[in-house]
């Protein structure tokens, strides 16, 4: 019952910024928590950051810790993703998910609602 669209993607260079953004709509108030996930050419999709909804407590993969940034704007049911310093090996489809729970959610099954994916090339 709630609908997730991400937009923002596109070819960025390696080093640069970029910003995703992903605009919930439906049934915003089961809305526990939010998540970016990614899956790259050839690999299995995987975690990258979540945010809980009230509070703003945010955790993140390895990988991406100290570059990326997840955020949320709870008046505008919108969250988002900086990135920083991106990598060659950023290259994705990035998903961004909904979750009406407050745990296990590094795990895609904690995920009930997804978006349909934005793609971000990263350029050498």
């Known amino acids: 019952q709630v609908q997730l669209v991400e937009s923002g993607g596109g070819l960025v260079q390696a080093g640069s910024s970029h910003t995703l953004t992903c605009l919930a709509s439906?049934?915003?108030?089961?809305?526990?928590?939010m998540g970016w996930f990614r899956q790259a050419p050839g690999k299995e999709r995987e975690f990258v950051a979540y945010?809980?909804?009230?509070?703003?407590?945010?955790v993140y993969e390895d990988s991406v810790q100290g570059r990326f940034t997840i955020s949320r704007d709870d008046a505008k049911n919108t969250m988002y993703l900086q990135m920083n310093s991106l990598k060659p090996r950023d290259t994705a489809v990035y998903y961004c998910?909904?979750?009406?729970?407050?745990?296990?959610?590094?795990?895609?099954?904690?995920?009930?609602?997804w978006g349909r994916g934005t793609q971000v090339t990263v350029s050498s």
């Open positions: 439906g049934r915003t108030a089961s809305i526990s928590a």
């Open positions: 945010i809980r909804w009230n509070g703003g407590t945010s």
């Open positions: 998910a909904a979750s009406r729970y407050l745990y296990n959610l590094r795990a895609e099954g904690s995920y009930a609602a």
